[in-house]
């Protein structure tokens, strides 16, 4: 599993707003672990795919025309191998 931290700055409830409209354009199977949080200048998502090629796939495809398509800033990205993962006390690889 890979992981993806993505941070967007600016009004927190205007970025939100573009955040749902973009998430609805994604298959909901799609998100194996993903997570978005409001933060004081902005949103945080975190985000996994299955291996770093699939992210660098998604980071170089589809990703800058979504993020346009809902008036999304280009956001501050890092990414990581993910060592270990819970969800809801179970865990993931």
């Known amino acids: 599993m890979y992981m993806s931290i ?7 409830y ?11 354009d994604v298959p909901t199977q799609n998100l194996r672990l993903h997570a978005c949080v409001r933060t004081a200048g902005g949103i945080v998502v975190v985000d ?8 660098r796939g ?3 495809g589809p990703l800058p025309a979504l993020l ?9 990205i890092e990414d990581a191998p993910v060592h270990r993962a819970f969800i809801d006390g ?4």
């Open 14 to 24: 205007d970025l939100l707003r573009r955040y749902d409209a973009m998430v609805a």
């Open 6 to 12: 993505w941070r967007f700055s600016g009004d927190p």
């Open 48 to 55: 996994t795919c299955p291996d770093r090629a699939a992210f």
């Open 90 to 93: 179970a865990e993931r690889r």
């Open 68 to 76: 346009a398509r809902h008036g999304l800033p280009q956001p501050t």
């Open 58 to 60: 998604f980071a170089a």
